[in-house]
């Protein structure tokens, strides 16, 4: 079955590495519903597909790009700020490493897209150690894959914008500023990643892609969309694989981080995390009577109230909702996100949630901060 999977696609014009995902999805997905196979299942079933793979290609490649792929997603799942989990994935780029540096001379463009991503894996590994010196291993891990996907072709040409743009950001962090990114085409970019995985049709992946895009919307001042985006992503995996599932982790872990709100207040440095509104609006709810420490100790952080004229937005994409106004009164009640501050008029600049509506510049006592984001059919 699995030299038939393979020469038919190669017969009509296919590649290697697309064969030998026909052939593996074969053992891995479920005939029916098309998504990946669980927890021991799965394990069982990766015993006796390496087993056969051992009988059907004695060189062994197939099940050394397999181990590879493990260790891959093993990486994606640590921690870099975390000692045990910067001793295991240190260990583990050091494997994957010496996989690529033992020259598998078979399956040419299967082993040039799990090189690549080994490198781009252990990019995203080192970019969590907060070091000049972490930083510049991942770019020189992502030279080395923008290298290997520039010679596998025009079919990588997402991967290598991708690439272009994490270099250019950790160049940015270590000349000590964060830079003037294109935004707009970042989040161009990881949207055609995202829609991509969609079309295949493959969940892990779209999952991940969902998450990705939602991280560019979100450090573009985007966060309506972003938090939306992760809401999907969070119910489609926790659907698909359960609560304790790596991508449902993942997702839950970035939409907490998004759906956090932060303002400051003029008689208290630092930042606070707003809670709620109480007493219809006119009060806030705060969590820690002072300044937030780092790293946080939440047990130790308690709540107070304050009147909600009192607080400031003092982030860049906080979601609010416009009220008391007399002139553009029907602009009241609608949502959108922080973008600017205009000095000269004293006035926020919002980018309002719907197609074709134009930003507005309000003043901060006609802005109240969104907790949660009302149902999309509710805005019609």
């Known amino acids: 079955m699995a030299t038939q999977i393979i020469q038919r696609e190669e017969a009509n014009g296919g590649v290697a590495g697309a064969a030998v995902r026909n052939y593996s999805d074969a053992f891995f997905k479920c005939p029916n519903c098309k998504q990946d196979y669980q927890g021991d299942l799965r394990n069982d079933i990766l015993k006796a597909f390496m087993a056969l793979n051992d009988s059907l290609f004695p060189d062994g490649n197939l099940n050394k790009a397999l181990q590879m792929t493990d260790a891959m997603g093993r990486l994606l799942e640590l921690d870099a700020s975390i000692e045990a989990d910067r001793i295991e994935g240190e260990e583990l780029v050091t ?201 946080r100790v939440v047990e130790e952080e308690q709540t107070f109230k304050v009147d909600s004229a009192q607080v400031h937005l003092s982030h860049n994409g906080t979601p609010v909702e416009l009220f008391g106004l007399k002139r553009a009164d029907l602009l009241n009640g609608m949502i959108g996100d922080v973008r600017d501050y205009c000095d000269s008029t004293d006035r926020y600049v919002v980018h309002l949630e719907g197609k074709g509506l134009k930003p507005v510049k309000v003043k901060p006592e006609n802005l109240r901060v969104v907790f949660e984001l009302p149902d999309l059919k509710n805005l019609d």
């Open 95 to 295: 494997e994957l490493i010496a996989s690529i540096d033992e020259k598998i001379q078979d399956w040419d463009l299967l082993y040039g897209m799990v090189e690549a991503r080994a490198y781009v894996c252990s990019a995203r590994f080192y970019e969590g150690i907060s070091s000049d010196e972490g930083l510049k291993t991942a770019k020189s891990f992502l030279q080395k894959a923008r290298n290997k996907y520039r010679i596998m072709g025009g079919n990588y040409d997402l991967d290598m914008r991708e690439m272009n743009i994490r270099i250019g950001r950790i160049e940015s962090k270590l000349r000590g500023s964060v830079g003037r990114q294109d935004k707009e085409a970042e989040i161009k970019l990881y949207r055609e990643k995202y829609d991509c995985c969609v079309e295949d049709g493959n969940d892990v992946c779209t999952i991940n892609a969902g998450i990705d895009l939602a991280s560019v919307l979100y450090n573009a001042y985007r966060t309506i969309e972003a938090e939306r985006l992760l809401d999907k992503m969070v119910t489609t995996s926790h659907r698909l694989h359960g609560p304790d599932h790596r991508c449902t982790v993942k997702a839950t872990s970035k939409s907490k981080r998004v759906k956090q709100r932060w303002v400051s207040l003029e008689y208290e440095e630092g930042r606070f995390e707003a809670l709620q509104h109480e007493d219809d609006g006119e009060k806030c709810v705060l969590k820690v009577k002072g300044p937030i420490k780092e790293p």
